[in-house]
């Protein structure tokens, strides 16, 4: 088992920045490649980017590619999400997740654990 948790999330301005955290416990964290995805209401839950277990290999959608940078500490069990350059487009619930491989993957269902998610909203 793998537990995740989030934290980072909040309110901020367009054009602002959060970086969010992803704290991972349970079963060896270097082991996993590490995704970011969110959800909008209504709509389905989209990929935003992911990280191989070393780092070494990094994954964005097209709508962050640029503004958003993923990386990962193996040594603290923690994933991150540096977001800058907020638009309110990037408003949604971010969750973290786990896959066991070393490939990066777009495709959430081939991610087994998933964190509770943190709420992100840019204004206006």
């Known amino acids: 088992q793998v537990q995740l948790v989030e934290s980072g999330g909040g309110l901020v301005q367009a054009g602002g920045s959060l970086r969010l955290s992803c704290a991972a416990s349970g079963r060896t964290f270097s082991a996993y490649t590490m995704g970011w995805f969110r959800q909008a209401p209504g709509k389905e839950r989209e990929f935003v980017a992911a990280?191989?277990?070393?780092?070494?290999?990094?994954y964005y959608a097209d709508s962050v590619k640029g503004r958003f940078t993923i990386s990962r500490d193996n040594a603290k069990n923690t994933v991150y999400l540096q977001m800058n350059s907020l638009r309110p487009e990037d408003t949604a619930v971010y969750y973290c997740?786990?896959?066991?491989?070393?490939?990066?993957?777009?495709?959430?269902?081939?991610?087994?654990?998933w964190g509770q998610g943190t709420q992100v909203t840019v204004s206006s």
């Open positions: 990280v191989s277990w070393s780092g070494g290999t990094t």
């Open positions: 997740a786990t896959r066991r491989s070393e490939i990066p993957s777009n495709n959430p269902a081939t991610y087994g654990y």
